[in-house]
């Protein structure tokens, strides 16, 4: 996972001008932003946990002593997983269930499952998502769907049972959502998950007012560029054209973000830490998805970015 991450930037020669340097790297992983323990006793349930950006989370709620529980819809990756997180040092127990957030009745299992083995979970990271870029003109009906099923309705029925349970059993929570920058500034070529992630942006506004007085807290956490073995194919060619070394020249912060970074702006949310703050959606980016040139830059359609030739009907 750390692999694809960029070098530091090394110091200027003595005598030479200034020149940008960009942000600083973080601290060396297995490092922890909160104090050891600090989820020791609690149950997260990371969904999506089995590779990418979701075993990262998972990864640093196991440094700090949670139990945990990765869903998925395959279940070798979540095995791997499991084994990985399960030596991770200060980890609790990690148990894996396989799951497709779009089915409620399996959802309901899956929660039953983990308050048998470890409890009800404390902390739910609504992370698993479908995305893929598409001409919306393209965007068959089946396609639309899929992606804004997994989405944003599973990310809700996902919700919903966490919710439900707490507020029956009268005890606080917190939940985190992973959107996309792409919420507040319309997303061209992915139009269905540019809906989907205002959705679940939403989510997070309504249910902290709504759930605020009963204890739970809810917000939203959106991650920037953060290369990593699970990345998907059209992202992975983008960056592949650009070259090894234009994405961090393309970055604000020149550098792109390690995947602890993310871990640890989702521990911090879920924490005691921030109890105060609900309702808020976090961008962890290196400011890039404020970036505006001077002058804009040409405007390529979207088909022609994907190079698909005009659009037949």
């Known amino acids: ?106 959802i309901a299992e899956v929660f039953d499952a983990a308050a048998a083995a470890l409890g009800l979970p404390d902390v739910l990271v609504n992370n698993a998502a479908a995305n893929f870029p598409c001409p919306a003109e393209d965007l068959s009906p089946n396609a639309w769907r899929a992606v804004v ?9 996902m919700t919903r049972e966490f919710g439900r349970r707490h507020l029956a059993a009268g005890t606080p929570g917190s939940i985190v959502n992973i959107g996309a920058s792409y919420a507040w500034t319309g997303g061209p070529g992915f139009a269905h998950s540019a809906a989907a992630k205002a959705g679940v942006k939403n989510l997070v506004e309504t249910l ?48 792109v973000g390690r995947p602890r970074e993310l871990g640890w702006a989702a521990t911090f949310l879920a924490s005691p830490y921030a109890r105060f703050v609900t309702g808020h959606t976090l961008v962890v980016d290196g400011a890039n998805w404020q970036r505006r040139s ?15 030739g005009p659009f037949e009907g």
């Open 1 to 106: 996972m750390e692999s694809m991450e960029s070098p530091e930037h090394a110091p200027p020669a003595p005598g030479s001008p200034p020149a940008p340097g960009g942000l600083p790297g973080p601290p060396p992983p297995g490092a922890t932003a909160l104090p050891p323990g600090t989820f020791a006793g609690q149950v997260v349930l990371v969904t999506g946990g089995g590779t990418g950006l979701g075993k990262a989370i998972a990864t640093e709620f196991a440094r700090l002593g949670a139990d945990l529980v990765i869903a998925g819809r395959r279940a070798e990756p979540l095995q791997a997983a499991r084994e990985e997180l399960a030596a991770v040092p200060g980890a609790g127990r990690v148990t894996a269930a396989v799951c497709d957030i779009r089915d409620p009745e399996r």
């Open 149 to 157: 099923d997994i989405t944003l309705t599973g990310t809700w029925f």
């Open 208 to 255: 902290a007012v709504e759930w605020g007085p009963y204890g739970i807290q809810i917000n939203g956490l959106v991650p920037g560029l953060f290369p990593h073995g699970d990345m998907s194919a059209d992202i992975r060619d983008g960056l592949d054209r650009a070259g090894p070394d234009a994405k961090d020249a393309r970055q604000p912060a020149l550098r």
């Open 294 to 308: 001077l002058v804009n830059p040409e405007v390529v359609p979207v088909r022609a970015q994907l190079g698909r």
